[in-house]
């Protein structure tokens, strides 16, 4: 088993910052590739950045590329979020998961769940 819990969501007003992470403990945490996952009130669950467990490769959904950065510190067995220029539709709530070994980027993939944390952007 491997428990993950976020932390660092909140209030911003759009173009503000917040940076997200995501503890992990239980298994080793170098055997899995991390990922960012949103939802908003009445939409699926949707892909947002993802890295793989060495921290080397990273994805990124269109909506985000530029403006999120997804990294790890496997010392520390986390996982960030760096989320810049927010905007009104960047609000939802904000899980991390873990799946074995290679990134995904379809939700159903991952093996673990956090609870989420919520991020409000306000216009």
């Known amino acids: 088993q491997v428990q993950l819990v976020e932390s660092g969501g909140g209030l911003v007003q759009a173009g503000g910052s917040l940076r997200l992470s995501c503890a992990a403990s239980g298994r080793t945490f170098t055997d899995y590739a991390m990922g960012w996952f949103r939802q908003a009130p009445g939409k699926e669950r949707e892909f947002v950045a993802a890295?793989?467990?060495?921290?080397?490769?990273?994805r990124y959904a269109d909506s985000v590329k530029g403006r999120f950065t997804i990294s790890r510190d496997n010392a520390k067995n986390t996982v960030y979020l760096q989320m810049n220029s927010l905007k009104p539709e960047d609000t939802a709530k904000y899980y991390c998961?873990?799946?074995?070994?290679?990134?995904?980027?379809?939700?159903?993939?991952?093996?673990?769940w956090g609870q989420g944390t919520q991020v409000t952007v306000s216009s």
């Open positions: 998961a873990a799946v074995r070994n290679f990134i995904v980027t379809i939700s159903t993939r991952y093996d673990y």
């Open positions: 890295i793989s467990w060495g921290g080397t490769s990273t």
